[in-house]
């Protein structure tokens, strides 16, 4: 999480969602972004519902809105969710200058004392104020309101950042920003199989289903915490078991033809490859962390189990 600190309870006046942020997506034409957000939408409704929370989506352009009456239990799934660049909790409140400063300043009185913070307003449509100004008024409103906390307003480097974004007649306001995996939902890049062997394995085959691909995965034996942190990130996936080696690599071969499946994802090193076309032949083979140390293989999957928590 970025700097800040978890918002003080809204009240019972004031509703509250998750507001969530992709990426890539917003590159693509309008077809294909319709497309993908149908499926991150859906995918966020899946996982949820799965872990039995009840909930609803809505967006409007460019952020998805998650709403739950235990939006604290559903941030972490939602953060899990492909596509997901990342998610705060935040308040949403009408656009009007006096209702958000009285809320900002009530948040604030969570600060610690001494502290630095800084207003981050951004807005689209049309306002009778600028970003600047609500920047500007807020921040001396907090400062008024706290006058005993000895705050201070640091543009730079504040130790807490209190983000207002006005979208139109609504306006949401949060503490810090939840990272996702980012990439494209599960489903929009095809299907692929991989071998889940260690810890090399199961980073390449998250790296895949990051780009978009349904994954089959055989995994060894001594591979299974890594294949249950796979399906932190997709409940449907299905490991198959197999032993080592020959025998894993012919299961998934059999998987490929079952499923017809577009490429594996292998933990192969460039001198393997020779070897692995010769058994493959004219399946594509894809091998995500080849060009990655064995140290930074350890540190992105740790990245990706602290993601899975």
Known sequence: MRKGLKPRSAGRCVVETILVRYGELSLKSPAVRREFEAK???HILS???RADIECTVSDDHGHIYVHSPRLEE???YVCRVFGVVSVSRASVLPTDLEVLSKHVVEQAGSLPDGSSFAIRARRTGTN???SHDV???LGADVLAGHPGKRLKVDLTHPDTEIAVEI???KTYVYLGRHPGPGGFPLGVAGKIGAIVDGKRGALGAWLMMKRGCRTFPVSYPAARAYTEVLQRFDPELDAERSSEGLEAWQLLRSLV???RLSGVSLALGVDDYPGAKEFWGETVLFSPTVGMSDEEVGRRW???ERLAK
């Open 257 to 259: 033809e079952k499923n």
């Open 47 to 49: 996982l949820l519902y």
């Open 74 to 76: 559903a941030l972490p």
């Open 128 to 130: 009778p104020f600028t």
């Open 302 to 304: 740790a990245e990706v």
């Open 40 to 42: 991150l939408k859906g």
């Open 167 to 169: 979208r139109g007649p």
């Open 135 to 137: 920047d500007v008024r």
